[in-house]
């Protein structure tokens, strides 16, 4: 096992892929989200919160029926690099949350997200620890969880600069325990990301960026380096064989 998990936000590929993440579920918004990414066939990564499991098992089920991805985003989404924090309890929000998945899955997640994308060198060696395999940051992010209108979600993500074939993308489909309930008359809720979304699948698509899981942009960018491997060895063999 090694010492840390590896961390990136982008993962280079041949072809033109993104990465589609989803924050904070599973919640009420998890399956109208699942239902959009169906209507279009792509696939996503739900890096989902260990407390919100045991309510919301079944969404999670569909996620997982849909051949989406689940990751692990701590039990209670607390700072994992907040002031006093000891190796001990960032392994223990990391287990707990990972046996809550188990549980209903079967499947222990190796991705995760830090809450608030915050991680430390002691974060990425908790997670290895507890058999987590990457980190996955992210460039390319809405606030949706403060956005009232469905097309200014939708305009944060397709006009963001490091919008590119590789690009990890986040967006939310729930609200984290530390944030409370929903404030009374929010507008904010995430019908704006699951509209936004109606947007931003077929618009990614008519540019030619092919949704998928991050589990999949990880294997392409394998591929990719395999391939390298093999015209380099290739024009090394032609070389010599044309030296002898
Ligand atoms: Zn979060």
Not at 22 to 42: A, I, Y
Not at 81 to 88: F, L, N, Q, S
Not at 136 to 157: C, F, G, H, P, R
Request: hydrophobic fraction near 40%; aromatic fraction near 6%.
């Amino acid at each position: 096992m090694p010492a840390a998990a590896h961390e990136f936000a982008f993962v280079r590929t041949k072809k033109h892929f993104v990465a589609l993440t989803f924050d904070d579920g599973p919640s009420e918004w998890t399956s109208p989200v699942c239902e959009v990414l169906r209507n279009w066939g792509v696939q996503a990564t739900f890096f989902v919160i260990g407390s919100a499991v045991a309510d919301r098992a079944e969404a999670l089920r569909t996620l997982h029926s849909d051949r989406h991805e689940i990751g692990n985003h701590t039990q209670n989404h607390i700072d994992l690099t907040g002031a006093g924090i000891t190796t001990e309890e960032i392994r223990t929000e990391l287990d707990r949350a990972g046996t809550a998945i188990e549980s209903v899955l079967a499947v222990r997640p190796t991705l995760f997200r830090p809450p608030g994308f915050r991680s430390s060198p002691l974060v990425r060696m908790a997670a290895a620890h507890c058999g987590i395999r990457y980190v996955v940051q992210s460039q390319v992010w809405s606030q949706d969880y403060k956005l009232d209108s469905s097309s200014t979600i939708a305009a944060e993500i397709l006009n963001h600069p490091d919008l590119r074939p590789g690009a990890i993308i986040t967006l939310h489909d729930g609200r984290p325990p530390d944030e409370g309930p929903w404030p009374e008359g929010s507008r904010a809720d995430r019908w704006r990301t699951v509209e936004a979304l109606e947007t931003i699948v077929p618009s990614l698509l008519e540019q030619g960026l092919t949704p998928v899981t991050v589990s999949e942009l990880i294997r392409r960018n394998l591929l990719m380096r395999l391939g390298r491997m093999a015209s380099t060895r290739s024009v090394r063999d032609r070389s010599s064989t044309s030296r002898s």
